[in-house]
């Protein structure tokens, strides 16, 4: 069933063998200043429009912290995902989301999963510490990554996959295990003015990734740059 128009606020979810927040087939939904530990999914939204995530936190999912699937218009900011066993936030099969000022640390796959899904935003974030990839994109055209910052993630800080017109502008990746930024079967993409630092094998690769623009970076102390 669908309902519309629903805030949650100051809520707490923990130790729930499913979602500590599901929601289904909704519009103008908003989550702000709740807490989710130790659940299956943080919070789960699909088949909805217009949800709003505020100052949220997600601790300690079997999953992922955030999931939102098959959802137009999410926006996401100055939440948290901590210490999850997949992704921090996984955003699938979605149009224009946005994504700024949230935080993903020590999470189990990647700190920021986009699966296609098109035209999103991804601003100021910070994803340090998770297991594979700070920021990873997959399928998904017209992603625009500016001013985050990626550090200490166990393959690269940024990975885009077979998703064309990517744009990554003014964004810092230092200290990640493999790549600052990687793009593999990806076309047209934008990379320009980005800090990529002391990265274990390159500071920016790109792996069958034609037409792409690579402009005015800085560079340096990664061991194959």
């Known amino acids: 069933s669908s309902s519309n128009d629903n805030n949650f ?18 519009s103008n939904i908003l989550f702000n200043s709740n807490n989710a530990s130790s659940n299956y999914v943080g919070y789960y939204i699909f088949s909805s429009s217009g949800a709003n995530f505020s100052s949220n936190n997600a601790t300690g999912s079997t999953q992922d912290g955030f999931r939102i ?3 137009t218009s999410a926006t996401l900011s100055n939440n948290r995902a901590d210490g999850n066993t997949e992704n921090g936030f996984y955003i699938g099969i979605s149009s224009s989301p946005s994504l700024s000022s949230n935080i993903a640390n020590s999470n189990g796959i990647h700190g920021f999963s986009i699966s296609t899904s098109n035209s999103g935003t991804v601003f100021n974030n910070t994803a340090y510490n998770n297991t594979y990839v700070g920021f990873y994109s997959e399928n998904s055209a017209s992603q625009n990554y500016s001013l985050n910052n990626a550090s200490n993630n166990g393959n690269s800080g940024f990975y885009t996959n077979s998703s064309n017109l990517s744009i990554f502008s003014d964004n810092f990746a230092f200290g990640n295990s493999q790549y600052g930024i990687f793009a593999i079967l990806s ?19 790109l792996d069958d990734a034609d037409y792409s623009n690579v402009t005015s970076n800085y560079i340096h102390d990664s061991f194959n740059d």
Do not use: H, K, L, W
């Open 9 to 26: 606020t100051y809520n707490t979810a923990s130790a729930n063998s499913a979602e500590g927040f599901i929601v289904d087939s909704s």
């Open 69 to 71: 699937s098959g959802v």
């Open 187 to 205: 076309n047209n993409v934008s990379i320009v003015s980005n800090d990529v630092s002391v990265n274990g094998i390159a500071g920016i690769m």
